[in-house]
């Protein structure tokens, strides 16, 4: 065959790829709008009715029923009230698509008309609002948009779909327990992990990858600052846990800025001090609540043990004994470990978002101090390539209205975040199927 031959083959070749590319964006645009109006009640209903973590009873049952009818085989209240879905589609790769659906105890102010009203009582007996401001009712929804585009499209991917309903991701419990219960034993270990969250910064119709970290360790610190109380009158009789505490607090303030590199990313915050009942009384104990935010091992470790360095010290510093040393206890039930997205894993991706939606709308993002317990899909011995990916869920207008003014947006977790459902959602669902297609793609 000579040169001209070969250079229109493969001119030939390239442009049925093209046109066969256009279809199948085409195919899967049609199957999104079609399914959206359905997919938009299932979000608004999910958000006016948020469960709390550890109390996803429903949303349980809601996402198994809606997975079922799209034709996977569905397990249930598995790892608590978790959801394992399975499609098995001819010979290929496993792919793991993860949404998480808890929801968070705050008093919703975004004015929808279909904010949450709920209020419960939670698992320490507290009467509590609760309210989905972290976006997980649209990872729900992109997920089931997904799953149903996916399986109309059967033809045009190869392989294994594990779609996976994880409870309790904002205490950290949910990927741990499912994976405790088995996750990778009993259904198709992934040969990839994929997920997507919310972005609070982020215009609609826009994705943001972050190669290696992405999110951070998050580890939740109590420290029981201890003295001898008195009356305010004589405080030479005691000694005052207020003071040391404020000692302490300032101290903490060193471990980031003169203990930890300047090149490592790390957080040390006291979200949280109370202690006393009056004013002209000296109290006997004071209590801290930090958050401890890192990215690796090593800097974890280094942070922990100096604070619990710096509690001691300042303690005897202040004259007290052995016995009155502070008291630091850390969730470890709640640890988040940092999340790291596999560095070709996440590019790969991002070439496919690029194809999809235009660089002007695929993304490359900083990362942050957040946590994500979807991070312990890949942190188990079988080292499953992981990404997690950001989705634009705010008004372009709004995001430029912010950059032009400085006013902030309202952050995830705040009661007044609200997403803009129709752009945010398809783009989720595109996204996702998007992926898929590449990853499982027919050989």
């Known amino acids: 065959m000579n040169l001209r031959l070969i250079i229109l083959f493969t001119s030939a070749c390239s442009l049925t790829c093209a046109v066969q590319a256009a279809d199948v964006r085409e195919l899967v645009a049609t199957k999104v709008t079609a399914e959206y109006p359905s997919l938009e009640l299932i979000y608004q209903d999910l958000h006016a009715h948020p469960e709390l973590s550890l109390m996803e009873e429903k949303t349980c049952a809601k996402v198994a029923a809606e997975l079922r009818v799209a034709g996977y085989e569905v397990t249930d209240k598995f790892g608590g009230y978790g959801v394992v879905a399975v499609l098995k589609n001819g010979p290929g790769p496993t792919l793991l698509v993860r949404a998480d659906y808890d929801a968070l105890p705050l008093q919703e102010e975004t004015g929808l008309p279909y904010a949450s009203k709920v209020r419960v009582t939670n698992l320490v007996g507290q009467e509590v609002p609760v309210m989905h401001a972290c976006g997980h009712d649209i990872h729900v929804a992109c997920l089931i948009g997904a799953a149903r585009t996916l399986v109309a499209l059967k033809d045009h ?40 969250h919310t972005s609070a910064t982020l215009p609609t119709g826009t994705v943001g990858t972050v190669e290696g970290y992405a999110m951070a360790n998050v580890d939740s610190m109590d420290i029981t600052v201890r003295g001898r109380g008195g009356h305010g009158a004589y405080p030479h009789t005691t000694i005052d846990p207020v003071v ?32 006393g009942t009056k004013h002209n009384i000296i109290p006997n104990e004071v209590k801290l609540q ?16 100096a604070v619990r360095r710096i509690c ?15 008291v630091i206890a850390i969730e470890e039930n709640e640890f988040t470990p940092a999340t790291y997205n596999t560095p070709a894993f996440t590019r790969r991706l991002h070439g496919v978002f690029t194809q999809w939606f235009g660089p002007e709308h695929a993304l490359t993002i ?10 312990r899909f890949g942190r188990t011995v079988e080292k499953i390539p992981l990404c997690l990916f950001r989705l634009g869920t705010v008004a372009p207008e709004k995001v430029a209205e912010s950059q032009r003014t400085g006013a902030p947006l309202p952050s995830l977790h705040s009661s007044r975040y609200a997403p803009v459902p129709e752009p945010t959602i398809k783009t989720g669902i595109t996204a996702l199927t998007a992926a898929v297609l590449d990853l499982l793609a027919k050989k």
Do not use: C, K, N
């Open 157 to 196: 991917w190869a392989g294994t779909l594990v779609l996976i309903g994880q409870p309790a991701e904002e205490r950290g419990l949910g990927a741990r327990a499912m994976l405790t219960a088995g996750l990778y034993r009993q259904f198709p270990r992934p040969d990839y992990a994929l997920a997507l």
């Open 244 to 275: 040391l505490a404020a000692r302490i607090v300032l101290a903490l303030q060193t471990i980031v800025s003169r203990e930890t590199r300047p090149l490592d990313p790390a957080v040390v915050t006291v979200g949280s001090i109370h202690g």
């Open 290 to 305: 930090l958050t401890l935010r890192s990215y690796t091992d090593s800097v974890r470790a280094h942070t922990i043990e």
């Open 312 to 326: 001691r010290g300042e303690a005897i510093a202040a004259g007290l004994p052995d016995e009155l040393m502070p």
């Open 366 to 375: 900083d990362p942050e101090m957040g946590g994500e317990d979807f991070s």
